[in-house]
């Protein structure tokens, strides 16, 4: 069974420029989050889909973030335009039942770096 | 708000001595908690979990007690190998509110030599 795949592994882009990340989840998943590790610190949540709805966007940081999941397949991450604090790395998460006690099965990450 | 706390790395251990990597956790629900590894070059794994007070976690070698008069979750390995060189994250997930997402701590470099 494959895992949960991002791409690109790695951005580089400049200030005022528009990226897209791609997130698969495992398959039949109907779960999806989206974190961030930003410079070395701790991984923050950004959002969490449950099928193609947003059921929490709460750790999204600004309006130049949207996240999409149509389909409630893949999903993708665009940052538009994107600034220097937005570098960092991006995970996506997937996990097949809701709640505080089940495992999330995470992507090996984008790093993004915005210069 | 829930908040998880770990101890600073890098860690730098020989290979064959013992592991103890701190968590301390803030929580105003009953979470579960979790350690999660990453490997050089690979994504987030689980490396185990406790859903609920007094339970242990292990898995590989390592172990952790969840402590609820604690509220500590402190990952430990009696021998560590080269091979568990990585970085380690503590994190907490609850149901307070709908979207059970993880909430982690910075994380902690450990480095095994040999």
């Known amino acids: 069974e494959a895992g949960v795949t991002q791409f690109p592994s790695h951005s580089v882009i400049e200030k005022g420029q528009t990226v897209t990340l791609r997130c698969d989840p495992i398959s039949g998943h109907d779960n999806l989050y989206w974190y961030r590790r930003v410079m070395g610190k701790e991984i923050k949540f950004l959002l969490h889909?449950?099928?193609?709805?947003?059921?929490?966007e709460s750790g999204m940081p600004n309006n130049r973030f949207l996240a999409e999941r149509t389909g409630g397949t893949y999903s993708t991450l665009k940052v538009q335009p994107a600034e220097l604090e937005d570098s960092g790395v991006y995970f996506c998460?997937?996990?097949?039942?809701?709640?505080?006690?089940?495992?999330?099965?995470f992507g090996p990450g984008t790093r993004l770096t915005v210069t | 708000g829930n908040s998880v706390t770990q101890m600073e790395g890098p860690v730098t251990l020989s290979e064959e001595a013992f592991l103890t990597i701190n968590c301390t956790y803030t929580?105003?629900?009953?979470?579960?908690l979790f350690w999660y590894v990453q490997y050089p070059g690979e994504g987030l794994q689980l490396l185990l979990k406790?859903?609920?007070?007094?339970d242990k976690g292990s898995n590989k070698g390592f172990e952790a007690t969840y402590r609820k008069e604690t509220t500590s979750f402190h990952l430990e390995k009696g021998s560590v190998q080269v091979s568990d060189s990585a970085v380690y994250f503590c994190a907490l997930s609850d149901g307070v509110d709908s979207s059970y997402k993880l909430i982690f701590g910075s994380g902690t470099r450990l480095l095994v030599r040999p």
């Open positions: 889909f449950v099928k193609e709805s947003k059921q929490d």
């Open positions: 998460a997937s996990s097949q039942l809701e709640g505080w006690t089940y495992e999330q099965y």
């Open positions: 929580a105003t629900g009953y979470p579960s």
């Open positions: 406790a859903t609920k007070a007094d």
